[in-house]
Antibody, heavy 116, light 108 residues
């Protein structure tokens, strides 16, 4: 079955970087893009951006431009999201999801906590 | 950026009742590129509806979506105990993709 399995929880200090992985299986990785969505504690869903698997093209949310990089490793069918210069308001659960438009399969989420 | 406004913020209903959730866009977008998700505490969102009215695989037919232009709705015909959750709409007609702020359906 189609699965997206994310890396484990992270605790980071302000100013540090975090890189979250999303290992996919059960489908042809190059046929779908990957979208990243985050959810701050008690808040709604925030679209962060996407990466097209077959081209590596990316589209990032304006507010994250310059701090976020999304990449893929087609040899392992894994997507990555790196967020730099972390701030306390980056504390959230980060999700990867299959697709560029609507998202039928989601990872389990990765909690990233930013605190000093 | 298209802003999606969901109403009401909270819907208090009993099992067996009908739920109607609204999602209004700040501007019209391409075709009916709107999706609905259900999220329960501690879980990832689950896709219910895409293309404004197409049910995702495995979604019961008590869930239905409708609308076009700037006004969309999700209807749950008869609430089951497992339907009490938070629901989000999301547009994919333009970039950036955006989500509504969510409607919580709680047990009355």
């Amino acid at each position: 079955q189609v699965q997206l399995v994310q890396s484990g929880a992270e605790v980071k200090k302000p100013g540090a970087s975090v890189k979250v992985s999303c290992k996919t299986s059960g489908y042809t990785f190059s046929s779908y893009g990957i979208t990243w969505v985050r959810q701050a504690p008690g808040q709604g869903l925030e679209w962060m951006g996407w990466i097209r698997d077959y081209s590596g093209n990316t589209n990032y949310a304006q507010k994250l431009q310059g701090r976020v990089t999304m990449t893929t490793d087609t040899s392992t069918s894994t997507a990555y999201m790196e967020l730099r210069s972390l701030r306390s308001d980056d504390t959230a659960v980060y999700y990867c999801a299959r697709g560029l438009d609507w998202y039928g399969v989601w990872g389990q989420g990765t909690l990233v906590t930013v605190c000093s | 950026e298209i802003v999606l406004t969901q109403s009401p913020g909270t819907l208090s209903l009993s099992p067996g009742e009908r739920a109607t959730l609204s999602c209004r866009a700040s501007q019209s977008f391409s075709s009916s590129y709107l999706a609905w998700y259900q999220q329960k505490p501690g879980q990832a969102p689950r896709l219910l509806i895409y293309g404004a009215s197409s049910r995702a695989t495995g979604i019961p037919d008590r869930f239905s979506g409708s609308g076009s232009g700037t006004d969309f709705s999700l209807t749950i015909s008869r609430l089951e105990p497992e339907d009490f959750a938070v629901y989000y709409c999301q547009q994919y007609g333009s970039s950036p993709r955006t989500f509504g702020q969510g409607t919580k359906v709680e047990i009355k």
